[in-house]
């Protein structure tokens, strides 16, 4: 209960603290797209780092030196609502994110999503949801890059479930490359607690980054479930090596 009510507070003192940013960033529109969302991400980026040590929490992650230059598409399997903080915490380049719609109701946080360009899709609106989707590749266009969660949901520590096609298509249609990312350990923190947070080792794998003209004669099922493979078979690679 001790580390619940301490992140918490945190995370209110945090916001609150950030908000004479928000309003710098805002202003900041007019620079390059590296310069600018080099800016924007140095508060949730320390905010992250900061979170994640009140958890408790060790994080251990491999092949950061892989990730290449330019916009890409990160796609990560989802364990916990604390995939976010790690991923914002120990990846360098600037990324937003593809999430659900729902998050936008919260407070300041709705405005740090739009400061580092996230991408909000309402499931319930096909249209809204397809006009984000237009928009998430008008963003890699334009230079930034993004992380996507495409089993839809939290596994909560469970097997890695079925890919949704979106981030296949995004990466595809933008014509960057695909960077497979394996999580495992963040449902430990909370989810299997009683919503209670706990230490937790977390494990993180950057992949090698797939060119989208590899697999321009694929389906994005097909794609997306190889991807997924890849992803299962990092986790299970550290099964055997514990």
Known sequence: MFRLITCFLYMSGFLIYSMPQLARIKKLRHLPVKERDKIAHEYPKRFSKMFMKLTGSKVSVEGLDLIPDGPIVFIANHESDFDIPVLLGIIDKPFGFVSKI???????ISSWLDAINCVLIDRKNRQQALNSMQEAVKLLKEGHSLVIFPEGTRSKGGPVQPFKVGGIRLAQDAGVPIVPIAIKGTADVFEKNGRLIKPAHIKVTIGQHIDPKVYCHKEYKEIAEDVRQLIIAIRES?????
């Open 238 to 242: 550290w099964n055997i090596a514990s």
């Open 102 to 108: 729902e998050v936008k109701k919260v407070p300041i």
